[in-house]
C-alpha cells in the first residue's frame, strides 16, 4: 500500500463529495463509495517520533465514510460492540453533518469513546457484523465504525463539548473502584451518575492503567487518556494514587476500617508471564509490560530529560504476535533500534493483533518471522544477550483456541545475533489481592471468579476486567466495568 | 504528597528520613520496603527499605545512601519538603517467629531494614546476635539502637578502624563453628549476602537473605526485579524480597543489577555537575 498523505485524502474525499452532489444515495450508490482510508504520519517520519500514528480522518473522509452506512435494519454492528453503542445512530448523524447529535448518540452508551475509537478491535467486533462489508464480501470494507467514533470524539474535545454527564442527587452511600484502568474508569463514572460517592485507588502514581503504562503514546495520546480522567474528577469522583489495595489498604479494611459499602476490583491483569526458556534472566530480556512502562510510564524513551533508563540494543526481537507484541516491536523502533525482529509460533494468519497495528509495524520496518519458536536465550560473559536460537514450527490441528496449533520442528535450531529480547506473551492474574483475601474466589489461574453481573463470592465485592477476563482489551473491561456499575446501583438503591 | 518530618545524616552520604506516610504505616511490618519517587513527571521510581515506623506520628523511617541519581535528589531535601510518590509497605514481611538464637548480620545499609527485623525477632523471644559490618568507623550506623535490645553486637569493620578487623563472615563463621544457631538473617550488598549464604552452607543454618533488585513498579507488574531461587524465576516485589539464601543464584542477580551500570555513571556525572 502507497503512502496517501493526508492532504491528498482530504482532496479525494472532496472530489467525492461534490460528485455526489447531495443526490438522495441508494444502497447500490453507497456500496460504490470507496473506504476512506486513515491518514496518518508517513511511516519514515513516524518511525522516529513518538507522536500518534493515526491522524484522524478530515471532516470530509468523516461525511465520506459516514455515507458508506447502509442503515441497515437489521443494525448488526449494534451486537458486535461489547457497550451497545447506536452505531448507525451517530454515523447517520454525521452523513447529515449533525455533529453534536452524534456526539449525544455516543454518550448514551459509551464514557471513553476517544479511547476506544482508537484502540478497540473493531474488525472483531462491530466492523465484523456489518452489513455492507458482508454485502462487498470483504469484512475489511466493512463501514469504519472506530475511525468515526474517534473522529466524533476528537471533535467534541477539541470544541470543549464533551460536557459532563447529569449526576443523580447524593444517595449518601460510598463505593471503593480499586485501580483506575478501563474497567475502573468507566465504572466509577456509572456509580457517580447514580449519585454515589466514589473513590478510585490506583496502586501507581499515575492514573489510566494499561492505557498509560501500557499503551504507547503514538497509539494512544497520553493527554486523551488524561482529559477523560479529568472529566471524571469533575463529575466529583476522587483518586488516590499509590495506594496498592493488599498492601497499603486490604479489600478487608476498606469494607471494614473505612466502611465502603461496595467495592469494585479492576486490577487489571499485571503478572507477566515469562516462558522458562535458558537465559531467561540474562541482561536485556525485559517482559513488554517492563520495557513498554519504562517507556510509556516513566517516559524513558526521552532520554534527556527521564530518570529512568531504558536498555537499548541495535538488535531486538519481540516474541508474541498479540497488541503488545506490535506496541513493543514499534517502541524498539522509535528508540534507535537498527533491526526489529518479530518473532511468532504461528503464521502471519493467526496474529492476534490488530490488523491496523499489524500494518503499521511492516511500515515502519518491523521485520516479521512467523513459524518460529523461542529455544534459549544466548549471552556472554558479562550476562547480557548476544543471540536468540530459535525453531521452525508447521501448522498441526487446531486447539481449544480455534487456532491450528504450532508443532515445533527438531533440529531446526538456528540462532540469530541479537541485544534485547522483549517477552510479549501475555498475563497471568497479579496474586496481591488474592493473598490478602482468602474469601474471595479465584479459578486455577488466579483469576477472580465473578458473575455475569460481575459479583464476586464475597458480598459487597464485585470485579471486572483482566483480574476476571484474563488478558483481553480495553473495550470488554469498560463492558464489565459498566456491568459491575450498573449491579452496584442496583445493590445500592 | 509526603512530608518529610527530619533529616539527619548518620554518616558520609548517609541519611535518616522520618516522611509522613499514615497508610503505609497501618499495615506496614518488618521486612517490608516501599518505592518512592523525588520528581513527579520524568522521576524515576526506586525501592527503599524501611528501617522503622511509627504508628502513632503516622510516620515511617527511611536510611539510604546516596549512590545515584535518585537518592542525590533525595540527600538534598529537608524537613518539611514534600515527596510526590511513596508506595507501600511492599513484599511480604519477615517470618517472625520463636526459633532459638538467630544471628542478624547487616552490611553496610543494609543494617537499617535489618534492624526492625532484629528487634521483632528479640520482641517474639529469641536470643538476638547483631553482627554490624562497615567499612570503617565512620560508617558504623545503629549501635546504640541495636545495643538497647541485642543480646550480642559485634561490630566489624573492614579497615579495623571499629570493633573487629575484617569481613562480617568472620564472626559469623565462628558462631557457626559454636553451633547452636537456629537462623541467619543476612543483609547487605549482594557480595556480602553471597558469602554469608556460603558461609552457613556448610552448618546448614537456614539463611534468609532480602534482596534489594531493580524495580519499576514494585507490584508484580514488569518482572525487572526478578531473581533465579532454587532454578525458578521469582520477583523479589511480590515472592520477596527475603529469600533462602542458600538458593539464589547471586551471580545472575550481581549481573543484573549491573544492567543499567553505564545509564547510572551518565546520570550521577550529569547530578554532580548539576548540583555545582
Known amino acids: 500500500m502507497s503512502f496517501k498523505s493526508e492532504d491528498l485524502l482530504r482532496q479525494e474525499a472532496i472530489q467525492i463529495l461534490t460528485g455526489l452532489n447531495g443526490t438522495e444515495l441508494k444502497i447500490k450508490d453507497k456500496m ?10 508517513d511511516p519514515e517520519i513516524r518511525r522516529n517520533n513518538m507522536q500518534e500514528v493515526a491522524l484522524g480522518y478530515t471532516k470530509e473522509q468523516a461525511r465520506v465514510e459516514a455515507l458508506r452506512c447502509l442503515d441497515c435494519k437489521t443494525k448488526p454492528c449494534i451486537k458486535g460492540c461489547p457497550v ?6 451517530f454515523i447517520m448523524a454525521i452523513a447529515k453533518d449533525d455533529l453534536h447529535k452524534s456526539m449525544a448518540v455516543l454518550n448514551e452508551a459509551t464514557l471513553l469513546p476517544a479511547i476506544c475509537g482508537r484502540v478497540c478491535p473493531q474488525e472483531k467486533q462491530c466492523q465484523a457484523f456489518c452489513t455492507l462489508g458482508k454485502s462487498l464480501k470483504d469484512p475489511g470494507k466493512a463501514v469504519s465504525i472506530g475511525r ?5 470524539a476528537d471533535w467534541a474535545r477539541r470544541n470543549s463539548l464533551d460536557t459532563l454527564p447529569e449526576i443523580a442527587p447524593e444517595t449518601g452511600k460510598k463505593v471503593a473502584v480499586i485501580g483506575s484502568g478501563p474497567a475502573g474508569l468507566s465504572c466509577a463514572a456509572d456509580l457517580r451518575r447514580a449519585g454515589h460517592k466514589v473513590t478510585i485507588y490506583e496502586a501507581l502514581h499515575k492514573t489510566g492503567g494499561v492505557m498509560v503504562y501500557g499503551i504507547p503514546e503514538f497509539r494512544l495520546p497520553k493527554a486523551i487518556v488524561e482529559k477523560e480522567i479529568n472529566r471524571l474528577e469533575r463529575m466529583g469522583v476522587e483518586i488516590r494514587t499509590d495506594c496498592l489495595v493488599s498492601k497499603t489498604k486490604t479489600i478487608d479494611d476498606l469494607l471494614n476500617k473505612d466502611k465502603y459499602d461496595a467495592l469494585f476490583i479492576g486490577s487489571g491483569a499485571g503478572l507477566p508471564r515469562f516462558l522458562k526458556l535458558e537465559g531467561e534472566n540474562l541482561i536485556g530480556v525485559f517482559s513488554a509490560n517492563e520495557y513498554l512502562t519504562r517507556s510509556n510510564l516513566m517516559r524513558a524513551y526521552d532520554d534527556q530529560k527521564a530518570a529512568t533508563p531504558l536498555y537499548r540494543g541495535d538488535k531486538v526481537a519481540v516474541l508474541g504476535g498479540g497488541n503488545v507484541a506490535m506496541d513493543s516491536a514499534r517502541t524498539a523502533i522509535r528508540l534507535g533500534s537498527k533491526e526489529v525482529h518479530l ?6 494468519a493467526e496474529l492476534p493483533a490488530r490488523l491496523e497495528e499489524i500494518e503499521h509495524a511492516k511500515e515502519e520496518g518491523v521485520i516479521f518471522h512467523f513459524l518460529k519458536a523461542p ?3 544466548k549471552g556472554n560473559e558479562k550476562g547480557r544477550v548476544i ?3 530459535t525453531l521452525d514450527c508447521i501448522l498441526g490441528e487446531p486447539d481449544d483456541s480455534g487456532r491450528r496449533r504450532p508443532v515445533i520442528q527438531e533440529d531446526s535450531a538456528r540462532i540469530m545475533d541479537m541485544d534485547v529480547v522483549i517477552i510479549a506473551i501475555g498475563n497471568d492474574s497479579n496474586p496481591l489481592i488474592k493473598q490478602t483475601t482468602p474469601d474471595l474466589e479465584t479459578n486455577k489461574w488466579g483469576n477472580i471468579i465473578a458473575d455475569e453481573n460481575c459479583k464476586t463470592s464475597m458480598e459487597k465485592v ?12 480495553v473495550i470488554l473491561a469498560m463492558g464489565q466495568g459498566r456491568t459491575a456499575a450498573a449491579s452496584i446501583n442496583k445493590y445500592l438503591s | 504528597m509526603y512530608k518529610i518530618i527530619e533529616k539527619t545524616q548518620l554518616a558520609d552520604k548517609i541519611y535518616r528520613m522520618e516522611i509522613e506516610a499514615p497508610d503505609i504505616v497501618k499495615n506496614r511490618k518488618p521486612g517490608q520496603f516501599i518505592i518512592l519517587q523525588v520528581e513527579e513527571t520524568y522521576g524515576e521510581r526506586i525501592p527503599l527499605t524501611m528501617a522503622d515506623a511509627n504508628p502513632e506520628k503516622g510516620t515511617i523511617t527511611i536510611i539510604f545512601q546516596t549512590v545515584g541519581q535518585t537518592t542525590l535528589l533525595l540527600e538534598k531535601k529537608e524537613a518539611g519538603d514534600l515527596l510526590p510518590h511513596l508506595l507501600g509497605p511492599l513484599g511480604k514481611p519477615t517470618h517472625i517467629r520463636k526459633v532459638g538464637t538467630v544471628v542478624c548480620v547487616g552490611g553496610g545499609i543494609g543494617i537499617a531494614p535489618l534492624y526492625p527485623i532484629a528487634r521483632a525477632m528479640k520482641e517474639i523471644g529469641n536470643r538476638v546476635i547483631v553482627i554490624n559490618g562497615a567499612r570503617s568507623r565512620d560508617l558504623v550506623i545503629l549501635k546504640d539502637e541495636i545495643d538497647a535490645f541485642a543480646d550480642e553486637q559485634i561490630v566489624c569493620t573492614d579497615d579495623g578502624s571499629f570493633g573487629r578487623k575484617g569481613v562480617v563472615t568472620i564472626p559469623l563463621k565462628e558462631l557457626c563453628e559454636q553451633g547452636n544457631i537456629d537462623e541467619v538473617i543476612a543483609i547487605g550488598p549482594p557480595i556480602m549476602m553471597k558469602f554469608c549464604a556460603a558461609t552457613t552452607l556448610p552448618y546448614k543454618v537456614p539463611t534468609v537473605v532480602s534482596l534489594n533488585t531493580i524495580m519499576v513498579d514494585g507490584t508484580g507488574m514488569c518482572g525487572g526485579c526478578r531473581v533465579t531461587v532454587g532454578g525458578q524465576t521469582k520477583f523479589v516485589c511480590v515472592d520477596g524480597p527475603e529469600f533462602d539464601g542458600h538458593q539464589v543464584d547471586f551471580e545472575n542477580m550481581m549481573l543484573r543489577l549491573g544492567a543499567y551500570k553505564e545509564h547510572e555513571e551518565k546520570a550521577a556525572h550529569k547530578c554532580k555537575i548539576n548540583s555545582r
Open chain 1, 32 to 41: 460504490k463509495i470507496p473506504l476512506q482510508e486513515m491518514p496518518s504520519q
Open chain 1, 84 to 89: 451497545a453503542i447506536d452505531i448507525p445512530g
Open chain 1, 148 to 152: 468515526l467514533e474517534r473522529y466524533i
Open chain 1, 343 to 348: 518473532i511468532y509460533r504461528r503464521s502471519e
Open chain 1, 375 to 377: 529455544k534459549s536465550i
Open chain 1, 387 to 389: 543471540g536468540l536460537e
Open chain 1, 462 to 473: 464485585w470485579a471486572g476486567g483482566d483480574i476476571v477476563l484474563g488478558a483481553a482489551t
